[in-house]
């Protein structure tokens, strides 16, 4: 879809962008949308489990991971930390 060599592609997301790898790149986006979802009042009540459905992750260990990763929380303290504040 890009017109671009892969090898290309591959270099500017892990040396211009600093991500590990496509997948980090991906879940970067995935994990800015369940923040998103984690803060936002109105959404307080859907399941971690739904919200990882959501933004595409196809089971809740790998989303909890990832999340864990890019926040430093699991998504349930995150939204306890902003749901109370």
């Known amino acids: 879809a890009l017109s671009e060599q892969e090898y290309k592609t591959r ?10 790898n496509f997948i ?3 879940n970067s ?6 923040t998103d979802l984690l803060k936002d009042r109105t959404k307080s009540n859907l399941a971690i489990l739904e919200i990882a459905y959501k933004i595409g992750f196809n089971s809740i ?4 991971r990832a999340f864990k990763q890019a ?8 939204r306890k930390r902003h749901l109370n504040n």
């Open 61 to 64: 260990g790998p989303f909890n």
């Open 71 to 78: 926040t430093g929380f699991t998504p349930t303290d995150y």
């Open 11 to 20: 270099q500017v997301i892990n040396q211009e962008m600093g991500y590990r």
């Open 24 to 26: 980090d790149f991906i």
């Open 29 to 34: 986006y995935r994990i800015k949308e369940a």
